[in-house]
């Protein structure tokens, strides 16, 4: 009978989208602000990188405080004072054209990120069904994939067709959007804030039961940072440019076509029926790049890193999840992300280095290595113990 508790009820839709609206804003200034460093403010691909990086660190510096404030402040409230910010950092991208004054725009634009992504996560694992929490994450993860295919997508059509300010408009005009309807979600949180005490601790800045997880993701982020922060680039250098939005567009619709069935084999068979074949297919995804030199090779690589990603990222955050106690999810949620943003921003400037010095090859060649690494990891370690576990 718990399986059939509704996951798609009227608190989880408006976050669905709220969520979507942030997420369209990131990938698509992360898949064009590369190239808007290079074409309009003449910087290297190094200093491209940093756009990444700097968001990231600022992001990875303030997350293992934001369980803390939702704690204290509560998670809705929380996600409606970050989404302001965050509308308020978009609207300026429009305003800001010094470089310095972009990464300075970055790096406050990284906090509220951090903040309005942790509550809404957070939120999500209070909302759906306990027993349903695979499939349930899974499918608002689907607000994140469905970006990974719309923000690209659009921002690389209109930079192509208009230009940088038309972009940030648009960006502008669609958060306004989903800060509107984030003011659709109830007051309706399973846990409400905690009167704790206002002195931090370790256990308020990191969940340890979630570390193991959140480690071995922190290393995929860091092969990913391959995909978000130079495949524009590549994809320009190979001459396929013009494929790039349609590489999203595939990544993105085999997690969407994936995603039922990966959330229910998630909660029914367990989580390595799931994270062994996504380490695969995420490897050989991130290898086709490497060597690939058509348009048909560059869109199966987008079909395996998809298939790989969206199988591997909400699993993992799902796991991190169920290491610990509800109570403690805004903090389960938190440490998943700081290490997954660290790995994604460490990735981003070491992969840039790589690239100057070895080609992009040499950087989607070392990153599809690297999953292959964590899968020996994971299966020694953390799918081992597991398996232990559902036995005894």
């Known amino acids: 009978m718990n399986q059939k508790e509704p996951i798609w009820t009227k608190s989880f839709i408006s976050l669905f989208f709220t969520n979507l609206s942030v997420f369209i804003v990131f990938y698509g200034l992360v898949s064009t602000l ?42 809705r409230k929380m996600l ?15 305003f800001i054209t010094p470089f310095g004054g972009l990464l300075a725009l970055r790096f406050f634009q990284g906090i509220w990120f951090s903040i309005v992504t942790t509550a809404a996560g957070s939120l999500a694992a209070d909302i759906v069904p306990e027993r349903r929490r695979g499939a349930g994450l899974g499918y608002f993860v689907m607000s994140t994939n469905l970006a990974v295919v719309v923000g690209p997508f659009i921002a690389l059509f209109i930079i192509q067709s208009f230009s940088y300010d038309a972009l940030f408009i648009l960006m502008s005009i669609l958060m306004i959007i989903g800060a509107l309807v ?6 309706m949180e399973k846990v409400q804030p905690t009167k704790s005490s206002k002195r931090f601790t370790w256990n308020d800045l990191f969940e340890k039961k979630a570390m193991p997880i959140a480690i071995l993701a922190s290393l995929i982020a860091f092969s990913y940072g391959s995909v978000l922060s130079y495949l524009s680039i590549y994809a320009q250098e190979k001459g396929l440019l013009a494929y790039a ?28 029926y799931i994270l062994i074949p996504g380490f695969l297919m995420f490897f050989l995804g991130l290898f086709i790049l ?5 348009a048909g090779l560059f869109l199966i ?28 999810s805004g903090y ?7 290490l997954f943003d660290t790995g994604i921003a460490i990735g981003s400037y070491v992969l840039g280095i790589i690239a100057v010095q070895l080609g992009y090859q040499s950087v989607y060649l070392l990153s599809s290595l690297l999953v292959l690494a964590v899968l020996v990891l994971y299966v020694a370690t953390i799918g081992k113990r597991r398996n232990k576990k559902i036995a005894s």
């Open 34 to 75: 590369p190239l808007y460093a290079k074409d309009a403010l003449n910087r290297t691909d190094e200093e491209a990188g940093l756009l990444m990086t700097i968001f990231l660190l600022s992001a990875i510096i303030v997350r293992p405080f934001s369980g803390k404030l939702l704690d204290i402040a509560g998670k």
């Open 80 to 94: 409606l004072l970050s989404l302001f910010f965050y509308l308020i950092c978009t609207i300026l991208y429009y």
């Open 182 to 187: 984030s003011l659709l979600i109830p007051k």
């Open 245 to 272: 939005s349609f590489f999203f567009a595939v990544f993105a619709a085999v997690m969407l076509i994936s995603r039922p069935f990966t959330g229910r084999i998630f909660d029914e068979k367990g989580p390595s």
């Open 290 to 294: 490497a060597f690939m030199n058509s």
């Open 301 to 328: 690589a987008g079909a395996f890193v998809g298939l790989g990603y969206g199988a591997l990222v909400p699993s993992m955050q799902t796991l991190a999840i169920q290491s610990t106690t509800h109570q403690r």
């Open 332 to 338: 389960a949620t938190a440490t998943f992300f700081t």
